[in-house]
C-alpha cells in the first residue's frame, strides 16, 4: 500500500436532481422490483446459480463457487459448456434460427445482415478451419480487426473450439500489437487487411506484414480482405492464407468443444498507469452468465429489442456487450464500422432511426463530443424507436446525463451508466431502469455485488465519505489472474485490503440512498490545501456551464497550496475563449463546488489525450505539464 495516508476525498458535487421511472417502462420491464432482486443477491451462489441454470450444460457444475484459493475464485467447477453453442447454436433450434443476429454497417453505408442461421454456419466452417490450421484447445489466436462480420465470427470461432482469443484493436501501432502477441504467445493472427476511417482506408496490412517478422510464435496468418478489391497468391507471404479460401468447402458443422467452466475464454490487454500493458484473463462459464445476465437486467432486453452497442471489438465493452452479451440473449444487434460524427455528427441519429434501434449504448466521450455540435442534428432525426440508453467508461458528468436524456431519449428512456472495468467483465454498479434515476451517479450494485467504500486501512466509510472503491465478494465473470503474472494480479487488486477485498483503484463515495459516485481513479486525486478531491467532481462542474462541452482537470504544485488545480476545456461551438470566460468558469466551479475547489490555471484546448476507447489520460496531461516522461503511451490516440 502506498504511505500516502487518506481518510477519504472531500465531497462537493451537489447534485439533487432524481427522475423517477416512467409507467410504461415499469410495465415493460422484466423485473418490477429491483430492491427484491437485490436481496436475493444476497445469497451470491444460489443467485448465480439460477442465472446460470438458464444455459445449456453439457455436463452440469459441483461446486457454484470454488473459494479454497482466494482470490484466484473459480465459479461452476465440474462443469462443461460451450460459448459458442449457447450464443449461436442453441437458437438453431428455436424460432429464432432464421431472426438477425448481427446487421453490419460501415460508414460508406454498406450494410450485411446475418440470421443465427447464417452466423452458425460461418462461425462452423472457421472453426473447422483454424482446427485444419492445427489449432487446438488452449492455444492462442490473435486478432487485429475492426468492428467487422468476420472479427465476430472469428472470436466466436475460438471459443467454440477451445482456443484463447486475443482481440488487439486495429487501431493499436505495431509495436504495442507485437507485444501483446509476443506476450501472449499467439500461434495463429487473424487480420483484416484495411478497415474505413473517416473516409479514408487505414492500411492494415502492412501494420500485419511488419508485426509477423517480429512475432516467432506465429505459425499462420488469417488475412480478412475486407477493404481491398482481391489478392493475387503473389502478394501473399507464406504463411498467409486468405479467409475466403481458407473457409471455401469446410463443413457447415463443426462440434463444439466441451470445456470445462474454467478455460479460459480470452486474454485482453489494458494498460496500466505504470508498466507493461497487462493480460487480463477470463474464463467460461462465470463470464458467460455475469455478461448475459447483467445485459438482460440492465437493458431490460426483449425478443423484439434492437440493440446497439458502439464499443469497439478490442475493448471488454466490445468483447461483453457488443459480441457475447446480446447473441447469449439471442438479440439483434447493430454492428457499427465508424465513429460518431463522420460524414456528419448525426451519423448514429440516422442509423437509430433507420433501422429503429431500442437500446443504445455508447460512452460519455461521445456523448461529450456530439454535445458540442448542438442538438440540431439529433432533432433531424426521428428517435422514438429507443427505450433505454447507456454508457460507460467514464463518469457522465450531470450536464451530459441530462443533454442525453433531453436531446437523444426525449425524457422517455432511462440513463443507464453503467461502472465496471475490464477485469471485471460485466456490470457491477448500474441502474436498472425501474429505479429512481440520480444524473451523474452509477446507482446500486448489481444483485450479487457488494461493493463499499474504503478508507486507506480498510475502514468502510460512511455515507458521503469519498474513498476506495472496492468489492467484497467474488462475481462469476471476474477476471482469474494476469496472464504470467500472478504476483502483480495480486499486488495491483488483491493485497491492499484484507480478506480479499478487490481494490478497483477507483475513488468514489456512496450517497444516503446508497447509490454511488464515481469520483475518478485514485491516480488522479486532486489535493488542493489539504482537501482530497475526485476529477470527475470539478470535470463535472466544468461541464455544466454552457461554454463548455469536455474538461479535464489535474493536479498542478503550487508553493502555497501544495496543489492547485489546473483544468484543461473544449469549447462548445460559438464561444470565445477570454479572461471574461476564465473568470466566469472560475466563479461557476466555486459556485458548484464551494471554496475548496480553487482553479488555478485554465486552458482551452481542441482535443484532450485519450485512449482509442476514448478515456481522458491525466497522466498524460499531467507529463506534458511537467515535462515528465509520458510513460506507456500503447493505448493513447495520438
Ligand atoms: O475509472 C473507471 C472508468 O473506467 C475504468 C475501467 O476502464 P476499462 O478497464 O478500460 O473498462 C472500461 C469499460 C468497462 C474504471 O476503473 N469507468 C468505467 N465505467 C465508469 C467509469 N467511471 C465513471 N463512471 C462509469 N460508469
Not at 61 to 70: A, F, G, Q, V
Not at 102 to 112: D, F, K, L, M, P
Not at 171 to 185: A, I, P, T, Y
Not at 229 to 234: D, G, K, M, P, Q
Request: glycine share 8%.
Amino acid at each position: 500500500m502506498s504511505n500516502k495516508k487518506f481518510r477519504g476525498t472531500d465531497v462537493l458535487l451537489h447534485e439533487k436532481r432524481v427522475f423517477e421511472p416512467k409507467e410504461d417502462v415499469l410495465n415493460r420491464s422484466l423485473v418490477k422490483n429491483w430492491d427484491e432482486e437485490i436481496e436475493k443477491g444476497k445469497d451470491i451462489e444460489k443467485y448465480w446459480a439460477e442465472k446460470a441454470e438458464q444455459f445449456v450444460w453439457f455436463k452440469k457444475w459441483n461446486k457454484i463457487l470454488d473459494e479454497s484459493n482466494k482470490p484466484f475464485y473459480q465459479w461452476f467447477t465440474g462443469g462443461k459448456i460451450n460459448l459458442t453453442y449457447n450464443a449461436v447454436d442453441r437458437w438453431i433450434e428455436t424460432g429464432k434460427r432464421n431472426s438477425l443476429a448481427i446487421i453490419y454497417i460501415n460508414e460508406r453505408g454498406e450494410e450485411i445482415k446475418l440470421t443465427f442461421y447464417e452466423l452458425y454456419t460461418h462461425v462452423n466452417k472457421m472453426a473447422n478451419a483454424l482446427k485444419n490450421l492445427g489449432v487446438v484447445k488452449g492455444d492462442v489466436v490473435s486478432i487485429y480487426m475492426p468492428m467487422c462480420i468476420e472479427s465476430i465470427i472469428s472470436m466466436l470461432a475460438c471459443a467454440k473450439i477451445g482456443a484463447i482469443h486475443n482481440v488487439v484493436y486495429s487501431g493499436l501501432s505495431v509495436g504495442s500489437f507485437v507485444e501483446r502477441m509476443n506476450d501472449s504467445k499467439s500461434k495463429i493472427l487473424i487480420a483484416a487487411d484495411g478497415t474505413y476511417r473517416r473516409g479514408k482506408i487505414i492500411d492494415l496490412k502492412n501494420i500485419v506484414d511488419e508485426a509477423i517478422l517480429r512475432c516467432p510464435s506465429i505459425q499462420s496468418v488469417v488475412v480478412i480482405n475486407h477493404v481491398k478489391e482481391s489478392y493475387e497468391l503473389a502478394e501473399l507471404s507464406g504463411i498467409e492464407l486468405l479467409y475466403d479460401r481458407l473457409v471455401e468447402g469446410e463443413s457447415s458443422y463443426c462440434e463444439p468443444v466441451w470445456l470445462n467452466s474454467e478455460d479460459p475464454l480470452f486474454i485482453l490487454y489494458t494498460s496500466g498507469s505504470v508498466g507493461e500493458p497487462k493480460g487480463v484473463i477470463h474464463t467460461t462459464a462465470g463470464y458467460m452468465v455475469g455478461v448475459a445476465t447483467t445485459l438482460k437486467y440492465n437493458f431490460d432486453i426483449h425478443d423484439d429489442d434492437l440493440w446497439w452497442c458502439t464499443g469497439d471489438i478490442g475493448w471488454i465493452t466490445g468483447h461483453s456487450y457488443s459480441v457475447y452479451g446480446p447473441l447469449l440473449l439471442g438479440t439483434t444487434s447493430i454492428i457499427y464500422e465508424g465513429g460518431p460524427d463522420f460524414p456528419d455528427p448525426g451519423i448514429w441519429w440516422k442509423i437509430i432511426e433507420k433501422y429503429g434501434v431500442t437500446k443504445f449504448y455508447t460512452s460519455p466521450t461521445a456523448i461529450r463530443h456530439l454535445m458540442r455540435f448542438g442538438e440540431r442534428y439529433a432533432k433531424l432525426y426521428d428517435l422514438s424507436s429507443l427505450r433505454i440508453l447507456g454508457t460507460v467508461g467514464e463518469t457522465l458528468n450531470p450536464e451530459a446525463w441530462m443533454w442525453f436524456y433531453r436531446n437523444i431519449g426525449n425524457k422517455n428512456c432511462p440513463i443507464i451508466d453503467t461502472w465496471w472495468q475490464t477485469e471485471n467483465g460485466m456490470h457491477l454498479i448500474a441502474p436498472t431502469p425501474t429505479i429512481s434515476l440520480k444524473p451523474g451517479s452509477v446507482a446500486k450494485p448489481f444483485p450479487g455485488i457488494e461493493a463499499d467504500i474504503f478508507d486507506d486501512d480498510g475502514n468502510s466509510l460512511p455515507p458521503g465519505q469519498g474513498g476506495h472503491l472496492v468489492i467484497k465478494k467474488p462475481w462469476p465473470a471476474m477476471f482469474r489472474t494476469l496472464l504470467n503474472n500472478d504476483e502483480r494480479f495480486l499486488d495491483t487488486y488483491w493485497n491492499d485490503f484484507p480478506e480479499c477485498v478487490f481494490k478497483s483503484g477507483d475513488l468514489a463515495r456512496k450517497d444516503e440512498d446508497g447509490y454511488f459516485w464515481i469520483q475518478g481513479r485514485s491516480d488522479d486525486i486532486l489535493k488542493v490545501a489539504g482537501h482530497r478531491i475526485g476529477s470527475s467532481e470539478v470535470e463535472s462542474a466544468l461541464v455544466s456551464h454552457p461554454a463548455i462541452s469536455e474538461a479535464s482537470v489535474i493536479g498542478k504544485k503550487d508553493p502555497v497550496k501544495g496543489e492547485v488545480i489546473k483544468a484543461f476545456v473544449i469549447l462548445k461551438g460559438g464561444y470565445k475563449f477570454d479572461s471574461k470566460l476564465i473568470e466566469e468558469l472560475k466563479e461557476h466551479v466555486g459556485h458548484e463546488l464551494g471554496p475548496v475547489a480553487v482553479i488555478g490555471e485554465i486552458t482551452s484546448v481542441d482535443n484532450l489525450p485519450k485512449t482509442r476507447s476514448g478515456k481522458i489520460m491525466r497522466r498524460i496531461l499531467r507529463a506534458k505539464d511537467t515535462g515528465e516522461e509520458l510513460g506507456d503511451t500503447s493505448t493513447l490516440d495520438m
